[in-house]
C-alpha cells in the first residue's frame, strides 16, 4: 500500500504562487511515477504533470507549461508542484498519484494510489 497526501493549497489572487506538496508513505518503491492532475467543478479529471522517482525525467501539460515546476525530494519521498502566474482557470481540486512503471502517462486510471485532493482557487 501506498498513502498519497497533498497539502498547500489556498485562495490566491491571479498571478499568484502557491507550492503544492504530496507527501507518499508506504511501499513508495512499488512506484516509478509521481504525477500531479487537477479536477475543476463539473470537468473530469485532467493531467498536470509527472516525474520519474529515480531519473527526474518530467513531462508538463501544455496549460501549464513555462508556469508550474514539479520536483522532487527522494530522502524524503516527497514531490512538490510549484504553480507560479496562477489563472483562474488554474482553479481546481490539485491531486498526486502514483504509477507503478516509469511513464509519461495522462491517463487517469493507470494510476494505482491517489491523494484527497487539496483545493486550489485563484480569484481574478
Known amino acids: 500500500q501506498v498513502q498519497l497526501v497533498e497539502t498547500g493549497g489556498g485562495l490566491v489572487q491571479a498571478g499568484g504562487s502557491l507550492r503544492l506538496s504530496c507527501a507518499a508513505s508506504g511501499r513508495t518503491s512499488n512506484f516509478y511515477t509521481m504525477g500531479w492532475f487537477r479536477q475543476a467543478p463539473g470537468k473530469e479529471r485532467e493531467f498536470v504533470a509527472v516525474i520519474w522517482w529515480s531519473a527526474g525525467n518530467i513531462y508538463y501539460a501544455d496549460s501549464v507549461k513555462g508556469r508550474f515546476t514539479i520536483s522532487r525530494d527522494n530522502a524524503r519521498n516527497m514531490v512538490y508542484l510549484q504553480m507560479n502566474s496562477l489563472k483562474p482557470e488554474d482553479t481546481a481540486v490539485y491531486y498526486c498519484?502514483?504509477?507503478?512503471?516509469?511513464?509519461?502517462?495522462?491517463?487517469?486510471?493507470?494510476?494505482?494510489?491517489w491523494g484527497q485532493g487539496t483545493q486550489v482557487t485563484v480569484s481574478s
Open positions: 498519484a502514483a504509477h507503478p512503471s516509469y511513464t509519461y502517462s495522462k491517463n487517469t486510471y493507470l494510476y494505482d494510489y
